[in-house]
């Protein structure tokens, strides 16, 4: 997507949030089907994807990883083609991310990512349209995600950088955004900088929002006790906090786990905004689905 239809996208989903969007006498995607192909656990995604499709008026197909086993029962491109037979679109979860690529290639239908060990798209929009809903602009805004430079921080750092939201990762030495995706972050936005820092509390300097994940992404269990020693100082907590913003938001994608990357105190503090931010995804993803697939019932 470019910033314009990252900006149209984020439109329609506040206008179908504040109902302004309604009521339509025939559902969108009536009669149309999602497939879900999902290779690690969910709730957000998986519920939000499947609520989305249900109020546009289609249905959904969820498929564990292992049962269909893409790459391993049968090679990704046949996977593509026959279930481009059986459904209108696909959203998949999986660990390498050309995997979602090698599928997008050979199905004929759009296929979304719902989050690969790189990124996390969907999840940026939404959090996009969160800070959108609670600072009524996103230009200029200063978002710090302090933590792992993983899935989440870097889809955010691309969704800031289409959006005007001035981004910056606070993490240890080492966990940094990989040096390749820098390089193609640098190719798709010239002059936009890509900026980290080892020092949390002068990356959250004057911050309007704070943001933070988990230190062991899914996949990354083996290293959990390693990261705990090496992430302590990189806990959101009240002191963090204080260097930002006094109407600085508190954003987390979820799952938490309180008093490892967030202290429960800012987690369900006056702050904190997760709760909206969650329930963002279903909005943006009725934005997202209502544009990738043509329901023969569009009004
Ligand atoms: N935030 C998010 O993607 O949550 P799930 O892993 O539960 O889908
Ligand atoms: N970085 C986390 C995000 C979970 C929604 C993971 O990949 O496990």
């Known amino acids: 997507v470019d910033a314009e239809e990252a900006q149209a996208l984020l439109e ?38 499947e609520a989305a499709f249900a109020r546009l008026g289609g249905s959904s197909i969820f498929l564990r990883g292992k049962d269909v086993g893409i790459g ?17 679109a696909l959203a998949v979860r999986t660990f390498a991310h050309a995997t979602i690529e090698e599928l997008a290639r050979h199905a004929s239908i759009p296929v ?6 790189d990124a996390h798209p969907c999840q940026a929009m939404a959090d996009m349209m969160t800070i959108l809903e609670f600072k009524d602009r996103l230009e200029g805004v200063k978002l710090c995600f302090v933590g792992d430079g993983n899935n989440v921080a870097r889809s ?27 390089v193609r972050f640098a190719e798709h936005f010239p002059g936009v900088p890509l900026r980290s820092s080892n020092d949390p509390a002068e990356a959250a300097d004057g911050a309007d929002a704070v943001y933070t994940d988990v230190w062991a992404s899914m ?27 006094p109407d600085a938001l508190f954003l987390h994608c979820l799952p938490a786990h309180r008093g490892e990357e967030v202290a429960s ?35």
Do not use: W
Request: aromatic fraction near 8%; hydrophobic fraction near 45%; glycine fraction near 6%.
């Open 156 to 182: 955010l750092a691309v969704a800031s950088a289409l959006l005007g939201v001035e981004f910056v990762l606070a993490c240890p030495r080492g966990y940094d955004f990989p040096k390749a995706f820098a």
């Open 112 to 117: 979304v990512n719902a989050l690969s060990d």
């Open 265 to 299: 105190g800012v987690l369900d503090g006056p702050q904190s905004r997760v709760i909206p931010q969650a329930a963002n995804r279903m909005y943006f993803q009725m934005a997202l689905l209502e544009r990738l697939v043509r329901g023969s019932n569009a009004e």
């Open 219 to 245: 996949g990354q269990e083996s290293e959990a006790d390693h990261r705990r020693e090496i992430f302590a100082p990189y806990q959101v907590d009240e002191k963090l906090m204080a260097r930002a913003r």
């Open 12 to 49: 329609r989903s506040v206008a179908l949030k504040s109902g302004g969007a309604e009521p339509r006498r025939t559902p969108p995607l009536l009669g149309r089907s999602l497939g879900l192909v999902f290779e690690k656990p969910s709730l957000r995604t998986r519920v939000s994807f």
């Open 72 to 88: 391993v029962r049968e090679s990704v491109a046949d996977f593509a083609r026959v279930i481009s037979q059986y459904v209108d």
